[in-house]
């Protein structure tokens, strides 16, 4: 490693010797705040870019756009291969409400396979999206798709390749041939609702009209159903805001042009798949159950719930690689079809962006380490305005608990946190965040004679709450807002952040900085779960428990004698928070941890009341509990329905100062108080920062640690030396290595001379 220091530095040294220096002057960086506009589509959003009206769009430039980028004076390019795919969602659900009683034709699997044959995916990213894409066979993101199925997922073995002569044999093999040769195909003989073999029902085809790449897809299976095949059909093309309670809500389709960002692992099956997820605006809109109302495929549920509980790498494979084997091969639950390989656009005069594997440069890194520059002759000076980001549509809902969109959180991200975070670079490599420590382990739990996992998360000391609209610092983050956090997302069963929280048993705070959950099974991905989104406990003043919460009051009589490890159920609500126990008629109060246990008594009931007992207790007692539990309705565009003033309590590297859906645009301000650098610090973040590889320090937990201008920054420099961001972007170009505002869109010798003045500072310990 030295050795490879000294050749770095000095090849840097030279670099410098044999260039002109440039005379500079580095002002501290400092957040200028972030405005985020809402465009009616991608179309205007990417106007708005090339009239230089925001810095990037947050979305991936189509073959069009992508032509007048590479030509502008005014644009460079960030490439990346998205962690998401689109696709033809099929509902494989027994009956559709347009037609009750009726079994719907996309409940046959022979049907369904009949329609993947129909679809020509090579046609569609060849012609439609411009060849910006990567054909995928089964429902795994691009990046991912080694995981997949290999007898199923890949283009060679795919078991259903486009083929109109296939579609309309595998259909008249099933029974839905033209038997009275009008032109429409029939039903089969006895079916279900529809006896008499009558024409099919129109096939109702739900088409997003707001995003241009499914729109063209959407009506080539239409019309290729309709034309080539004879099937009736009833294409609805509207935006997502007409269909996602079509879709979504009332499982009222046959067929819907979806599409998802993912997460890094397709752990991401499990919720959009599993059975459990199949309620109005739950994630899995499309396998459905059966005509007695019972899951339909239990053998994919057990294999995807392998992959959620799984307890090492090997067992997680081996189920991704069934569940994607029975999705594609033996079921057909839905079409995959292309996850994005193309380009995200922006402002040659915002530099230090972070270009994140999988998701391109919308991320917490780059709106802490990217800086915009003015056009002025002087390019010292940096631009004091925010940096503005556009997004393609309005945010369905700002609710963090029950948005689904992407558009959502492009908004709520810049707020709500996590305790983890990811190295940009390696998605593989987990970092520290707002828990600067955590550690993995076991209990055992007598109840089922089982071990269990145990996290621990040691929390940063100078995380400070930040107030909504005037961004006053609060009180600082502590273990009894993740406590807070964790019982409250378990008390909304049905949110999207629930399968995070479903599985905990019990938490125990060691001290205000420090947390233990205990879960209720085990698993390697539970480290991950019920940390997101860290919400702010707070008073009757600053804070969400008395907001979403009322306080209550309920008896326990002792009907007979309760002994060391006896257990009870509450006869009442999950308890939220408790505040107190006390036993009458002495008045005695009693101890959680020395007196009593509560745990959660999870699935089918998810209550937060199992009470056990650690010590004697004699009929005729009484023990009276005193807790928070859910009041308010946690539904609505913002949490609870209430204004976001209320319930934006930031940990995040901004504060929101204005959010008006209405006039499409929501405004937000530095967070100053941002343990990045740590607090009172005078300088901001130190150019330099490229790679945003964590540096553990020490072994003991919790142990601390750093983030450093090291060696490791000028080798990604050094690869991306003289490349540029306009024009076609070579494969060397590096976004996060144009550092300086001196030389706009290239990687050169400014970068290197501010790489090297900041070189061995440390930053982001500790405290």
Not at 241 to 248: F, H, R, S
Request: glycine share 6%; with cysteine.
């Amino acid at each position: 490693m030295k050795k490879i220091v000294i050749a770095v530095m000095a090849i840097l040294a030279t670099l410098m010797l044999t260039s002109t220096m440039p005379v500079m002057s580095t002002p501290p960086r400092h957040c200028k705040g972030l405005d985020i506009y809402f465009y009616e589509n991608e179309d205007a959003c990417f106007t708005a870019l090339m009239a230089c009206e925001i810095d990037f769009m947050a979305w991936a430039l189509t073959d069009a756009q992508y032509a007048l980028a590479v030509v502008s004076p005014n644009i460079q390019l960030a490439g990346y291969a998205e962690n998401g795919f689109f696709e033809f969602d099929l509902n494989n659900n027994y009956t559709i409400p347009d037609f009750p009683g009726v079994r719907s034709p996309m409940n046959d699997p022979e049907f369904r396979k009949s329609i993947a044959h129909m679809v020509d995916k090579n046609w569609i990213i060849s012609s439609v999206i411009g060849g910006f894409a990567e054909r995928i066979d089964c429902m795994i993101a691009a990046p991912q798709k080694g995981y997949g199925n290999e007898t199923c997922c890949f283009e060679e073995t795919y078991p259903y390749p486009y083929s109109i002569a296939a579609a309309n044999a595998r259909l008249d093999a099933a029974g839905f041939d033209d038997s009275d040769a009008n032109g429409v195909r029939n039903y089969p003989a006895d079916w279900p609702g529809r006896p008499g073999r009558p024409d099919l029902d129109p096939i109702k085809i739900c088409i997003r009209s707001d995003h241009g790449h499914r729109l063209t897809a959407g009506n080539e299976l239409e019309r290729t159903m309709r034309e080539d095949c004879n099937i009736p059909t009833n294409p609805v093309r509207q935006s997502s805001d007409v269909l996602k309670p079509i879709v979504m809500n009332a499982r009222n389709y046959h067929i819907y042009t979806g599409g998802w960002g993912v997460g890094r692992w397709p752990l991401y099956l499990y919720g959009l798949f599993h059975w459990s997820g199949w309620f109005p605006d739950g994630d899995n809109y499309v396998t459905g159950m059966n005509q007695t109302n019972q899951p339909n495929y239990p053998d994919l549920d057990e294999d995807l719930e392998d992959i959620f509980y799984a307890e090492n790498d090997a067992d997680f494979k081996a189920a991704v690689k069934r569940a994607s084997g029975k999705m594609v091969c033996k079921y057909c639950v839905n079409i995959a079809l292309w996850s994005y390989v193309s380009y995200w656009a922006y402002k040659k005069t915002l530099v230090g962006v972070v270009n994140m594997e999988g998701y391109g440069i919308e991320n917490t890194y780059t709106f802490l380490n990217a800086k915009k520059c003015d056009d002025k002759d002087t390019p010292e000076d940096e631009s004091q305005e925010p940096i503005k980001m556009g997004l393609i549509h309005n945010p369905k809902a700002l609710n963090i608990l029950y948005s689904s969109w992407v558009y959502d959180y492009s908004v709520l991200d810049r707020v709500f946190m996590s305790l983890l975070s990811v190295n940009p670079y390696n998605l593989a490599k987990d970092q520290p965040w707002i828990a600067q420590d955590w550690e993995e382990g076991t209990w055992y739990d007598p109840q089922d004679d089982e071990e269990k996992t145990k996290l621990t998360y040691w929390l940063r000391k100078d995380v400070v709450w930040k107030e909504p609209e005037t961004c006053e610092p609060l009180q600082p983050l502590t273990a009894h807002d993740v406590e807070f956090m964790i019982w409250y997302n378990y008390a909304c069963t049905d949110s999207w952040q629930f399968s995070g929280f479903q599985d905990v048993h019990h938490t125990v705070i060691l001290d205000d900085n420090t947390i233990e959950i205990y879960m209720d099974a085990k698993s390697m991905w539970f480290k991950y779960y019920p940390i997101y989104p860290l919400l702010k406990k707070g008073d009757a003043t600053h804070g969400l428990l008395p907001l979403l919460c009322e306080e209550v009051m309920c008896e326990f009589p002792i009907l007979e004698p309760r002994d060391i490890s006896d257990k009870d159920i509450l006869p009442c609500p999950t308890i939220v928070q408790l505040t107190e126990v006390r036993k009458m008629p002495e008045d005695i109060v009693l101890i959680e941890g020395i007196d009593f246990e509560i745990f959660a008594t999870n699935a089918p009931d998810y209550c937060h009341n199992e009470i056990h007992w650690l010590r004697p207790l004699d009929p005729g007692e009484t023990v009276i509990f005193y807790y928070w539990a859910p009041s308010a309705d946690p539904h609505g565009y913002y949490l609870a329905d209430l204004d976001w003033r209320l319930t934006w309590y930031s940990v995040g590297p901004y504060c929101p100062i204005d959010i008006n859906p209405d006039l499409n645009y929501a405004i937000f301000a530095c967070n100053d108080c941002h343990f990045l650098p740590p607090a009172g610090e005078e300088l901001a973040l130190p150019e330099g920062e490229i790679d945003w590889d964590w540096t553990w320090q020490g072994t003991v937990k919790p142990r601390s640690g750093y983030f450093q201008v090291n060696i490791y920054d000028a080798v990604m420099l050094l690869k991306a030396y003289c490349s540029r961001g306009d024009g076609v972007p070579p494969p060397n170009w590096e976004p996060g290595a144009d550092i300086d505002c001196f030389d706009l869109c290239h990687v050169g010798i400014y970068d290197a001379v501010m790489l090297l003045t900041n070189y061995g500072k440390k930053f982001g310990i500790p405290p």
